[in-house]
Antibody
């Protein structure tokens, strides 16, 4: 059964770059899209982007200028980088598997809280 | 891209049926068969309940069903149970090759 685990610094300074990793176990990383989604405290979900091993990467238009996602197949990991962060980027960040030709985000990792503060 | 519109809250008594709406545009909900619904309990990660408008993953109760008409998708929970009390979010693929989530609905079981 596939499991996803997010990891990375819990505290990032304003204007710096947020970097997170999603480790995938129990499934092939090659056959699906992998996505990042975030949720500020007490607020709704925001889709950040998706990537897969065949190179297609799509981002939320509102974040596109600051986001980079990539896959390391040797480590079965997906990474997220978000540059020039502000307090508005404080949120729980989730990674999730996205089935091809589908809207199914399943499963999700437990999420990791990232706080942007000096 | 704007978030899809959901009612802030919906409530019902145990055993009743409730429906949550998710309204978008022809560039998202109305244009694609890629609408999904997620249940989120406090402090937990979201869980898919319905995908591709009306498909239910194995393990999800058949009390949950989904449909779509025009630019509005709907999630119906029949035979409401205490464990259904949670936040629910819809999601849709968009013409920008991206996904957008709904504003979220808090379901209360009276």
């Amino acid at each position: 059964q596939v499991q996803l685990q997010e990891s990375g610094p819990g505290l990032v300074k304003p204007s710096e770059t947020l970097s997170l990793t999603c480790s995938v176990s129990g499934d092939s990383i090659n056959d699906y899209f992998w996505t990042w989604i975030r949720q500020p405290a007490g607020q709704g979900l925001e889709w950040i982007g998706r990537t897969w091993t065949r190179g297609n990467t799509d981002y939320n238009p509102s974040l596109k200028s600051r986001v980079t996602m990539s896959i390391d197949t040797s480590k079965n990991q997906i990474s997220l980088r978000l540059s020039s962060v502000t307090a508005a980027d404080t949120a729980i960040y989730y990674c999730a598997k996205l089935f091809l030709h589908s809207s199914r985000f399943d499963p999700w990792g437990q999420g990791t809280l990232v706080t942007v503060s000096s | 891209q704007s978030a899809l519109t959901q009612p802030a809250s919906v409530s019902g008594s145990p055993g009743q049926s409730i429906t949550i709406s998710c309204t978008g545009t022809s560039s998202d909900v109305g244009g694609y068969h890629y609408v999904s619904w997620y249940q989120q309990h406090p402090g937990k990660a979201p869980k898919v309940m319905i995908y591709d408008v009306s498909h239910r993953p194995s393990g999800v109760s058949d009390r949950f069903s989904g449909s779509k008409s025009g630019n509005t998708a709907s999630l119906t929970i029949s035979g409401l149970q205490a464990e259904d009390e949670a936040d629910y979010y819809c999601s849709s693929f968009t013409s920008s090759d991206s996904f957008v989530f709904g504003t979220g609905t808090k379901v209360t079981v009276l």
